[in-house]
């Protein structure tokens, strides 16, 4: 499965706010995780969708 453009949208926005420590794309199951200097939401995931979610959200 290849990244959604929604999904290229918020990575894009991130890296240029320099927001995003790290970063992962799963193609199995189309979710793109990553890594933010954020307290809030250190790790999360970007659905399909372009939703931000945290990784306790996803099961």
């Known amino acids: 499965m290849e990244p959604t453009e929604s999904q290229y949208l918020v990575i894009n ?3 240029t706010l320099d927001l ?3 970063e ?3 193609r199995d199951s189309g979710d793109w995780y990553i890594a933010t200097p954020s307290p809030i939401l250190p790790i999360a995931v970007v659905l399909p969708n372009g939703e931000i979610v945290p990784t306790n959200w996803r099961l």
Do not use: N, R, V
């Open 24 to 26: 992962f794309y799963d």
């Open 20 to 22: 995003i420590e790290y």
């Open 13 to 15: 926005a991130l890296q």
